[in-house]
């Protein structure tokens, strides 16, 4: 009986550390300029895409959103844009959403951009800046990772070069979540 | 000038560069000489117009904790930055009537450097000059009635009044303060680790003047 309980206490913290590494990847294993965050809860966030469609992250809950906020006058956010481009087929039928907020510009102005830039993205559009407002990211560009609870777990800081793999790994071992 | 990461840009990237096509050889020999008049003749126009309007010498300082640049812009490239965002005449005019100065700072150190304008002295003629805060613009915006959108685009490319920049980070952005006639110098106080524990940093820049 003894020998049980020892063997079932061997489990359980077995099962612990399973569940801890698959729940959250150690900082030190972070790539460049991805930054912890506290999990606190996502601020609301629905606009419309420049097809006019509406986007609600609450409908996000059950996978993880990459939520980034860019300018088309912001330098890094130019450099960004294509490695994004570039990462979005590799998770489409993943459980990454990928979702891009344009910062307080005209459609026109994104529509301009996006097509030069990244033709294959349908960024939302945040018309009067108020959205991006709500979220503070620390500058432009900034991306947020919302966890399938609608949590703030990451923040990426700054422009990062997605499609290099240290940043393919980090998304891929969130969807492997 | 490449607007597009333009050092005005709160999120200007330090080491980004313009990128031009350069495989295509679009410049053919016999255009060099015609090149060089042209320059020849741009160049001695330009000479002999008055001194140049922004600052000449670089601000830049650079140690093992941290670097530091001050980007001074002319009164027509900072018109220009915001004419080219669609910012309406009368807002343009307000931001001119002040003098910005873009620090871009980047932390070097292995802990956090706290980016704390309010921790930063300015002073001109033996005087503290006082900064031009974030909640200022909200006077002229409301009596130039500029838009929602324009306003978060002129947040956004303002200094943030309190940043921790992690490794690596950098941080950029506008700081205002009231038009100088003479050169003045900046104070800049960096608070390090993440609770400010750390061995507080001054970087001082003299002789700094305002764009004409």
């Known amino acids: ?177 | 000038m490449c607007l597009n990461n333009n050092p005005q840009s709160a999120f200007y990237d330090f080491n980004r560069a313009c990128k031009t096509n350069m495989n295509k050889p679009w410049l053919t020999i016999r255009h060099y000489g015609l090149l060089l008049i042209l320059s020849v003749s741009a160049i001695t126009a330009y000479a002999a117009q008055e001194a140049p309007a922004a600052q000449e010498a670089p601000l830049e300082y650079e140690d093992n904790d941290v670097y530091m640049r001050l980007v001074i812009r002319s009164k027509d490239q900072l018109s220009a930055f915001y004419v080219g965002r669609g910012f309406p005449q009368n807002a343009i005019d307000e931001i001119l009537k002040t003098c910005f100065i873009t620090p871009l700072v980047r932390n070097k150190t292995l802990d956090a450097l706290w980016v704390e304008p309010d921790s930063w002295s300015f002073i001109g003629d033996n005087q503290p000059i006082a900064r031009i805060k974030r909640d200022y613009w909200d006077k002229p915006w409301k009596d130039t009635g500029l838009s929602l959108a324009h306003q978060s685009t002129f947040g956004w490319t303002l200094m943030p009044e309190t940043r921790d920049l992690r490794i690596d980070e950098g941080v950029g952005g506008t700081i205002a303060i009231p038009m100088q006639e003479t050169p003045f110098t900046l104070k800049a106080r960096f608070n390090t680790g993440l609770n400010k524990e750390g061995k507080a940093k001054i970087i001082e820049f003299k002789d700094i003047t305002c764009a004409n």
């Open chain 1, 1 to 177: 009986m003894r020998k049980l309980t020892a063997n079932l206490k061997i489990f359980l913290c077995m099962s612990l550390m399973v569940f801890s590494a698959t729940t959250a990847i150690a900082d030190d294993q972070l790539p460049k300029g991805i930054m912890k965050l506290k999990g606190q809860p996502a601020p609301p966030l629905r606009l419309n895409n420049l097809d006019g469609e509406e986007w609600n992250i609450e409908q996000a809950r059950g996978h993880w959103v990459f939520l980034h906020f860019w300018a088309s006058w912001c330098g890094p956010c130019r450099e960004e844009m294509p490695t994004i481009q570039a990462i979005v087929p590799a998770f489409e039928d993943t459980s990454l959403e990928i979702v891009l907020v344009n910062t307080a510009e005209t459609e026109d102005t994104v529509f301009e951009f996006i097509g030069v830039v990244a033709p294959g993205l349908n960024p939302l559009v945040d018309a009067d800046g108020q959205a991006t407002e709500l979220w503070q990211p620390r500058g432009l560009p900034a991306t947020f990772f919302v966890d399938p609870d609608g949590k703030l777990q990451y923040l990426a800081l700054g422009g990062r070069a997605w499609h290099e793999p240290a940043y393919l790994n980090f998304l891929k071992k969130l969807t492997s979540k």
